[in-house]
């Protein structure tokens, strides 16, 4: 488990507020979800938990450090323990899906075996094994978002962090990938989303909700 502590943060970017002044603290399990239009700053605000950017004011203060100390090697260290997905999975485009999924546990220096064994289970529980030789610009983009998912839970990270991790996935894919969140969560794994998918947010039964709006942050 980690904890995100946000104190007054505020993001601007060319003098345009991304983020004013968030106050919040996600700790503990569970999911926590964040809602809100296109460009309201739920994203500005998942980058800060894994340290993309500082805030310009305030703090953002994770497992008692702020980032505004955290060196490069604290930050890869940090992110050691996430799993992130980024809008539109963001793939190494070279690399098959197999690749792209089984590389986080390659830099860990788990076995080649070992690997293989979970890179497949994650593969087949998100029901994507069937595009594991593909390259990503062969995939769907619904299938692009669950590949990017794999990619992110397969090393078992202490906290998933995923910017709109259903977003061109059709109502029954969604219900599927909330089942699999929430059996995540129930095994340990700290989920902080974003999303503005109706589907996904009354799926997730008892996560704790949070609106964005204009870049301020409310709960419920």
Do not use: W
Not at 10 to 24: K, S
Not at 92 to 102: F, P
Not at 186 to 191: A, F, K, N, P
Not at 206 to 213: E, I, Q, W
């Amino acid at each position: 488990m980690m904890t995100f502590d946000l104190r007054s943060a505020t993001v601007v970017y060319d003098a345009i507020p991304a983020l004013e002044a968030a106050t919040c603290t996600f700790d503990g399990g569970g999911i926590h979800v964040m809602t809100g239009a296109t460009g309201a700053g739920k994203t500005t605000l998942l980058r800060l938990l894994y340290v993309d950017v500082v805030p310009t004011s305030g703090e953002v203060i994770i497992d008692g450090t702020s980032t505004r100390r955290m060196s490069t090697k604290a930050i890869r260290q940090l992110r050691q323990r996430m799993g992130i997905v980024q809008q539109h999975g963001r793939l190494m485009g070279d690399l098959t899906v197999y690749d792209n999924v089984i590389m986080p546990l390659a830099a860990r220096g788990m076995s080649r075996t070992e690997a293989n064994k979970r890179c497949l289970e994650v593969l087949a529980d998100l029901n994507v094994s069937y595009v594991r030789h593909k390259l990503p610009h062969q995939l769907s983009g619904g299938e692009r978002h669950l590949v990017a998912l794999a990619r992110a839970v397969v090393g078992s990270p202490d906290v998933l962090l995923a910017d709109e991790p259903t977003g061109t996935l059709d109502p029954a894919t969604t219900t599927s990938v909330a089942s699999y969140l929430t059996d995540l969560a129930t095994r340990g794994t700290q989920i902080i989303l974003s999303t503005h998918s109706q589907t996904l947010l009354t799926s997730l039964q008892g996560a704790l909700v949070y609106s964005v709006s204009e870049g301020r942050l409310r709960q419920g």
